[in-house]
């Protein structure tokens, strides 16, 4: 299962994303629903077994040239996540916004211990 988790304090939103059978995360769109102009972002997953346990994985950070208007959205590149994963018998893989730079101001960062709670509870969900 591939879920795209919700945060709505996140400044920038995942849209949609992408997946195929060389890269779970080939594609994702991005759209800022903050006040401010993003110029760089890191998107992230947690990889949930069965058993409970996770792993968190970070991309790496995104620099966005021309920036992203609030409103607007931006599709991000390929993220290189393994489909071995699946082949481990994960039960979930969740992506998320990990961190956001805006034009001022301190970058956004999710909380990854949040973020691993709620990835292992929708997992849980699933599995019954």
Known sequence: MIVNLPQPDSPVQLVSTVHSNSDLLSAATLKNVG?????????????????????????????????????AIWDAPAQSVSPEFT????AAIDFFVA??????????KADLAQIRQQARRVAIRSQR
């Open 35 to 71: 006040q401010k102009l993003v110029s760089a972002c890191r998107l992230g997953w947690v990889v949930v077994f069965p058993t409970g346990s996770n792993e968190l994985h970070l991309g790496v950070p995104m620099n966005i040239s021309a920036g992203i208007e609030p409103g």
């Open 99 to 108: 961190e956001v730079y805006q034009s001022v101001g301190e970058p956004w």
């Open 87 to 90: 082949k481990h018998k994960a």
